[in-house]
């Protein structure tokens, strides 16, 4: 299993939002969950926080909020040639300093369309250049496959989060993911870094669960985040309700770890929380 990617140490100018894929090829690892709820807790913190939707289930959206599917507008529409203007897309959410760049079912037509597009791997960092002096955080939430939209995110990210379930079968995925890295990596993006691996659906009583990020913690070291996130019926409730859990259930375990989570990130791009 590979793990030669450039170390998360490295700094960010101020002036600028530090763009972060939240990236899994295996669904059900808590991905848009952490993308929603790391935001969130980011913008707790006082970031200028954008989440991007990069999946054509609208995952990201619904939990939001958002009646996605009766959008005119989506991050479909900027990716094209006759692209709308940013601010067309752009939404406000319920969270203070938190916007989103919505998607729905017909970004599935972004693949076929930019396949034969000159550049097409750099078709979202066209999108997002015109508004990184804007946020502090830009985080895509990428769909569960390594297609022409993953690479595209990783081609315009400074760094990578991945959310990995708390089972050994995610390990041999976690290969592939950082595999496909070190090819963008060398091909399309020189800065691109494994910020680092969030382990969820932890539950420190079960000895399967110890034992994964044990194993985890042994192949990639300090790029394991401290912070775990836990199992709970919370995520999905505080889902249903269109809401991060920090604003949902506040005081619940899955609120305070991810707001430990983004004290952890703020802290390794030297940013105070």
């Known amino acids: 299993m590979s793990a030669n990617l450039p170390s998360r140490e490295n700094q960010q100018p101020r002036g ?23 935001g969130a807790a ?36 900027l990716l094209g040639k006759s692209a709308p203007l940013v601010d067309e897309v752009l939404m ?22 930019l396949v034969n597009e000159v550049g097409r791997e750099h078709a979202l960092r066209r999108v997002l250049d015109q ?19 993953t690479v595209n995110a990783l081609a315009c990210a400074d760094g990578v989060i991945i959310p990995m379930e708390c089972e050994f079968f995610s390990l041999r995925g976690l290969a592939l993911l950082t595999d496909t890295m070190e090819k963008v990596r060398d091909r399309l993006n020189p800065k691109l870094t494994l910020y680092g691996i969030v382990v969820t659906m932890f539950d420190a009583r079960l000895l ?47 609120a ?9 990130v703020l802290q390794q791009a030297g940013r105070s929380a």
């Open 42 to 77: 980011l913008a707790e913190c006082g970031q200028r926080v954008l989440l991007v939707d990069l999946d054509p289930q609208g995952a990201l959206s619904a939990g939001l909020g958002v009646a996605h599917n009766d959008l005119v507008v989506t991050i479909y529409d």
């Open 256 to 264: 305070e770890q991810y707001r430990a989570l983004a004290r952890e």
């Open 131 to 149: 508004v990184r002096d804007r946020y502090d955080y830009i985080l895509i939430d990428c769909q569960p496959a390594l297609s022409v939209l």
């Open 208 to 254: 399967h669960s110890r034992q994964v990020r044990a194993r985890v913690e042994e192949v990639f070291g300090g790029s394991v985040y401290e912070t775990a996130i836990s199992r709970t019926v919370r995520f999905p409730d505080a889902t249903i309700a269109g809401e991060p859990i920090t604003s949902w259930a506040p005081k619940s375990n899955g």
């Open 92 to 113: 406000k959410t319920g969270v203070e300093r938190m916007d989103l760049l919505p998607s729905n079912i017909d970004l599935s037509a972004a693949e076929i369309q």
């Open 16 to 38: 600028e939002a530090r763009v972060v894929a939240l990236c899994n090829q295996k669904g059900g690892v808590g991905k848009t969950t952490s993308t929603i709820n790391l």
